[in-house]
Structure formats: structure tokens, C-alpha cells
């Protein structure tokens, strides 16, 4: 299934703003665990790339995106980890 696929088949993409890296997974598992597979990570903090990578890696049943990118290097970035 592509991501669009995937984003279509989605009720709700939650926008979620992690302040510590150790949250991330935690969170993407109980979402997943309540039927929300999918979540854009916003760069609006200084671990968002991180947890991104924590996610993308250890949650491979939850889409993960990024949110707040505001240029390329963002970009490639976030791709870079997973989103």
C-alpha cells in the first residue's frame, strides 16, 4: 500500500509535538494499540528528527510524517530519518 493509500484509508492523522526523544515510541505504540496507525511529528522541537527515527524503526506498522518543515534542509532531513 503507498502512503497515500495509507493516508486515505486514515480517519485522523494526529499532530503531535514530542519534547523527549524516550516519548516517542511509547506513544506511537499505545495510538497504534487504539487504531490510529498514523502521526506527523512536528519540527517544531530539537528531537523531532529523532523521534522520527525511533519511530520509523522500532513501530513499522505506524505511518510516520513530518510536520512544520520549513525548508530543505528539514526536508531532506525528515525523509533522512524515516518520515
Not at 5 to 15: G, T
Given at each position: 500500500?503507498?502512503?497515500?493509500?495509507r493516508l486515505a484509508k486514515s480517519v485522523v492523522v494526529p499532530v503531535v509535538v514530542l519534547e523527549k526523544v524516550?516519548?516517542?515510541?511509547?506513544?506511537a505504540k499505545a495510538m497504534a494499540a487504539g487504531g490510529v496507525d498514523t502521526m506527523e511529528i512536528t519540527f517544531r522541537t530539537a528531537c523531532a528528527p529523532e523521534c522520527?527515527?525511533?519511530?520509523?524503526e522500532n513501530c513499522p506498522d505506524v505511518l510516520v510524517g513530518a510536520g512544520t518543515i520549513v525548508n530543505l534542509d528539514q526536508c531532506k532531513l525528515a525523509v533522512e530519518m524515516g518520515a
Amino acid at each position: 500500500m503507498t502512503v497515500m493509500e495509507r493516508l486515505a484509508k486514515s480517519v485522523v492523522v494526529p499532530v503531535v509535538v514530542l519534547e523527549k526523544v524516550e516519548d516517542a515510541i511509547p506513544l506511537a505504540k499505545a495510538m497504534a494499540a487504539g487504531g490510529v496507525d498514523t502521526m506527523e511529528i512536528t519540527f517544531r522541537t530539537a528531537c523531532a528528527p529523532e523521534c522520527i527515527k525511533a519511530v520509523a524503526e522500532n513501530c513499522p506498522d505506524v505511518l510516520v510524517g513530518a510536520g512544520t518543515i520549513v525548508n530543505l534542509d528539514q526536508c531532506k532531513l525528515a525523509v533522512e530519518m524515516g518520515a
